[in-house]
């Protein structure tokens, strides 16, 4: 991720609010993690497991924080179980950005069939759990969809995942 859409991120979530930074880093989103622990503004947490991050996300927007949970696609599926009962069960507002592996233009050096793997599960997951999402590619539209997915988090007490991609992550 440039240096332009980690600094385009990190000013809308400190617009919408957001000041609680959940993070499980990963190559892709490394440098807007580490921009975010930086940042005097945010309180940022490294956890060790996704369904651990996503808890902790639960909690702190249940008691009232704006939170993101930023991790990869991968890390999202494997939090899924944590991730189906903070929507339907708990109605915690959660905005998550997760790095979209798989999807078209990825040039990660990932083999050509994990990746696949993970444009073909991704998508149908969140949709199974209802976790309303955007796939978020452009950087002419990645401001306005953030703080879309911030409104929508807090107005549907609901998890929202944002899938970065494209010109956004790579």
């Known amino acids: 991720m440039d240096q332009q859409s980690v600094q385009v991120i990190i000013e809308t979530l400190k ?7 959940v993070t ?19 309180q940022a947490v490294t956890v060790a497991g996704e369904g651990n991050g996503l808890a902790f996300c639960a909690g ?6 704006r939170v993101v949970f930023v991790t990869g696609v991968a890390g999202l599926l ?13 109605g915690a507002p959660i905005l998550i950005l997760a790095s979209y592996r798989g999807d078209f ?3 990660s050096g990932i083999p050509g069939s994990q990746l ?3 444009k073909q599960v991704a998508e149908p997951l969140l949709g199974a759990l ?8 452009q950087k002419a539209t990645m401001k306005r969809m ?11 007490s609901h998890p929202v995942a944002l899938l970065l991609s494209g010109e956004v992550l790579w």
């Not at 702190?60 to 924080?65: E, S």
Request: hydrophobic share 40%; aromatic share 12%; with cysteine.
């Open 15 to 21: 617009e919408e609010g957001v000041d609680l930074a």
């Open 24 to 42: 499980l880093p990963e190559e892709p989103t490394f440098s807007l993690t580490e921009a975010m622990r930086e940042d005097p503004f945010f």
């Open 60 to 65: 702190a927007a249940l008691g009232g924080r």
């Open 78 to 90: 494997v939090g899924t179980w944590a991730l189906s009962q903070m929507g339907m069960v708990y």
């Open 105 to 107: 233009g990825d040039h």
């Open 116 to 118: 696949l793997m993970f």
């Open 130 to 137: 209802r976790v309303p999402y955007r796939v978020v590619n």
């Open 146 to 156: 953030i703080q879309e997915g911030s409104f929508a988090c807090q107005d549907y």
